[in-house]
């Protein structure tokens, strides 16, 4: 039987309406949000009970990872959004958004494997860990025969993607929670390996496919970070470990989605 899938689509081109804004930091996204809802950087100070200059230099570098809960708590916001701006701000109806609504972004169409392409939609392939022969239980990433993801291309190229540099990944397991839950996908420009520090990348370790937040180290070395730092610890890698574990950087991660 073939599977069904779920496609976005608006009246000009494929939506990916869960685009994540991977450009700004958790202090900048708090700013706006704060500046817009009148909030006095003090008061919120006093909230959350922590010097003036404390939360200055939240707005300024990023809210510390133990306070990413509180602050959410406290102004009901979105873990999500708050750290990658993805997804609405606020949880719900809160005090300081009384007229909000949901809306409709977009249709969602049904396809399957034998839904012919149209015009302005793509294929991305999904990697994969496969099994290499001679039962070494070794692995190595590889692009999926059968697994596909559809893809508008105007969405591609407001991004600077082309289509045949972009592969999808489906996150295993809890280490990027709770912005990348287990299950979801992202999309990798696999000629953007430049690393960023603090920005999210696709790497295979050892044929192993992992999904982590990158930093550079002195001396080509690599800090691999996952969001949920509480049950995972960053790994840290020299130049000569990078070539002796096979760890690679595949591509950065561009586009996520989550489906709960």
Known sequence: MDQQYVYLTDAASPVNSLFMDLHKHSGERLRAYLQKNGWKFTDFASMMGVAPQNVNNWLDRGVPANRHREVCKKLGLSMEWLLDGNGPEEVGL???AP???AELAGVVEEWDDETPLDPDTVTLPFLKEVE???GTGR????PSSDRKLRFGKMSLKKKGVQAE?????????????????????????????????GKIYAISHAGQLRVKLLYRL??????????????HADEEYSQDQLQDQDIHIIGRVFWGAAFF
């Not at 692995?139 to 590889?142: I, K, L, N, S």
């Not at 489906?170 to 992202?186: C, F, K, W």
Request: glycine share 8%.
């Open 94 to 96: 809160t005090t300081h």
């Open 99 to 101: 007229h909000a609504q």
């Open 132 to 134: 290499l022969a001679a």
């Open 139 to 142: 692995t190595a990433v590889e």
């Open 165 to 197: 540099h972009a592969v999808a990944v489906t996150i295993r397991g809890n280490s990027m929670e709770p912005v990348l839950l287990d299950g979801a996908t992202v999309a990798v420009n696999t000629v953007d390996k430049s690393v960023i520090d």
């Open 218 to 231: 002195p001396g080509g070395g690599l800090r691999v970070r996952s969001y949920n730092r509480d049950d």
